[in-house]
């Protein structure tokens, strides 16, 4: 996998848009959709994400994160992910969601976007995912949104594995995050 921290023109691409904390099953079936249609197209997987965690810079407070970057470029890794784009959010961080988008249009001319259900983007989350559904046909791609994930009636999130740690509930949350990466205890 190429690791990029500021966008590069690639064409063509299957993107996974998201910050992707702990990769969690939620977030893997996110960026396997996208790399299955990657390979189905012919071309290369692309996830779009940040260095640092959007509320930790908007709050200037410190958000406990689940991954840190290597470990995230690791895991990333070994789903197969092709390329993988750790953007400084400071630097987009007051760009609206339609110009956001028009960047990754220009850069990507993507196939494919694939989201989780509660993914928002641009300045204050003001772009959604209804907005990426309704600029499909505008930009000529293929926007795929992926349901909330569940486990025992609760939405898999970074949120609730972050609460399971913090409750010594550790086997819950190596469940969530699906991989054997994490040495948690």
Do not use: C, W
Request: positive net charge; proline residues 1%.
């Amino acid at each position: 996998m190429d690791v990029f921290f500021k966008l590069q023109k690639m064409y063509n691409l299957s993107l996974a848009l998201g910050f992707f904390d702990g990769i969690h099953i939620g977030h893997q079936i996110v960026i396997n959709n996208a790399i299955a249609i990657a390979k189905r197209n012919n071309t290369k997987s692309a996830v779009i994400t940040f260095k640092e965690h959007s509320k930790s810079i908007l709050s200037n407070s410190n958000i406990k994160l689940l991954t840190d970057n290597n470990m995230k470029i690791n895991i990333l890794s070994n789903l197969g992910v092709d390329y993988l784009f750790l953007l400084d959010f400071n630097e987009l961080r007051y760009m609206s969601a339609i110009d956001y988008l028009e960047l990754l249009i220009e850069y990507f001319s993507p196939i494919a976007i694939t989201t989780g259900f509660n993914y928002g983007f641009g300045y204050k989350r003001l772009g959604n995912n209804e907005l990426l559904s309704q600029m499909s046909s505008k930009y000529n791609y293929n926007y795929f949104e992926i349901g909330a994930i569940k486990y025992n009636n609760n939405v898999i999130s970074s949120t609730l594995i972050r609460q399971l740690i913090y409750e010594k509930r550790y086997d819950k949350a190596k469940l969530l995050l699906g991989n054997n990466l994490y040495d948690i205890k």
